[in-house]
C-alpha cells in the first residue's frame, strides 16, 4: 500500500511540476513585451547570418554609424561610440547572393533604411563610404570575409577607419584590403 501510495504522489507531484512549468512559461511568454526595433545579439557570431549588428571596429572600438541616422543620401558614415540602443548604429546584412564560397550583403543602417556604399563604385584610395537609397549596383554590395574586413564588390577595397583613428564622427572610407584592425569589423 506504500508503494502505491509513493507512486500516485509522485505522479501528483510531476504533473503538478508540468502544469506549473507550462503555466510560468506561459505567462512569461505574455509578459515579455513584443520589440518594435530589432535589437542586435550581444554576442560575437563570427560569420555573418542574415539580421542585424553593430558593426565594431577592431582597432577603435567604435561602430559604423550614420550621424544622427538621418536618411540624407550620399552622407558618409562614420564611426562612433558603440553605446547599445541607438538605430544610428544598426545595421542589416541581407543575404543577396555569393561570389565563390563567400556571401554577398546589401548593408541597410536601420534609422536611415539606406544601404552602405561607395559613391558610383569609384575605386579611388580613400573614397568615403556612404549611404544612398538601396538598389541593385555592386558599390551597395560587400562581403565580409574570414579575417573580417567588409570588401566592396564594386572596388574590391576594404571599408576602413582612416590612420586607425579612435575619433568619434571619424567618416569611414575605402582602402586597399590589408591586415591592419583599422580595417577588421566585428559584428554583434
Known sequence: MSTLRSSSIGSVVRRANIT??????????????????????????????????????????????VPNGLPDPGRQVVQWSCLPGADSKIWYFD?????????????????????????????????PAIQWHCGNGNEQKWVYDDAGRLKNLATYKCLAVPDGSHQDGKGLVQWSCGSGNEQKWRLY
Not at 515579455?32 to 560569420?47: C, E, N, R, Y
Open 95 to 127: 543575404a543577396v547572393g555569393t561570389v565563390g564560397d563567400d556571401v554577398v550583403y546589401q548593408i541597410s543602417n536601420h534609422a536611415s533604411k539606406m544601404c552602405l556604399a561607395i559613391g558610383g563604385g569609384d575605386t579611388t584610395q580613400g573614397k
Open 20 to 65: 506549473v512549468g507550462a503555466g510560468v512559461m506561459v505567462f512569461a511568454a505574455m509578459a515579455a513585451p513584443a520589440l518594435a526595433d530589432p535589437v542586435p545579439s550581444p554576442q560575437d557570431v563570427g560569420a555573418a547570418s542574415e539580421g542585424y549588428y553593430y558593426v565594431e571596429n577592431y582597432n577603435s572600438g567604435d561602430c559604423v554609424a
